[in-house]
């Protein structure tokens, strides 16, 4: 499981069995059986710094681009994917911990334009 605290809340997320088993191999490897323990400490900031040097690198340039940024992009990415759906929505407020899909739809940045446009009832209609 990744252990990841908010300001408020301590999320815990599930690890697909194959990643678990990886895991497990590098643990034993370094010989150590105790899973909670912390292999490398990575800090934010640490993160976010290594990012902007591969953007640097990718040639990206004068662009916010944080461990954030792939967390909003991400979502945007799955509600695109998956028809613009409610049920993509509510799925992600899960996964982000939100306390509403309207704050998702906040954090999303998904306009009232946007929402509007997927009820256009023209395009129902084939003429």
Same mark, same amino acid.
């Given at each position: 499981m990744v252990r990841n605290?908010?300001?408020?809340?301590?999320i *815990?997320?599930?690890?697909?069995?194959e990643l678990v088993e990886t895991i497990? /191999? =590098?643990?034993? /490897? *370094?010989?150590? !059986?105790n899973l909670n323990e912390v292999i490398i400490p990575l800090h934010i900031r +640490? *993160?976010?710094?290594?990012?902007k040097l591969y953007a640097a690198k990718a040639g990206i340039r004068g662009k916010r681009i944080s461990s954030h940024?792939?967390?909003? +992009?991400?979502?945007? &990415? =799955?509600?695109r994917?998956?028809?613009? !759906? &409610?049920?993509?929505? =509510? /799925?992600l407020s899960q996964?982000?911990?939100?306390?509403? =899909?309207? *704050?998702?739809?906040?954090?999303l940045s998904i306009t009232k334009e946007e929402v509007d446009d997927l009820y256009n009832l023209q395009d129902l209609f084939v003429y």
């Open positions: 605290g908010g300001y408020h809340h301590r *815990i997320h599930p690890l697909q069995p497990q /191999k =590098v643990y034993t /490897k *370094i010989g150590s !059986s +640490t *993160i976010n710094k290594q990012i940024t792939f967390r909003k +992009t991400f979502g945007r &990415e =799955v509600w994917r998956n028809n613009y !759906s &409610e049920g993509s929505l =509510v /799925k996964l982000f911990n939100h306390s509403s =899909v309207g *704050i998702t739809r906040i954090y």
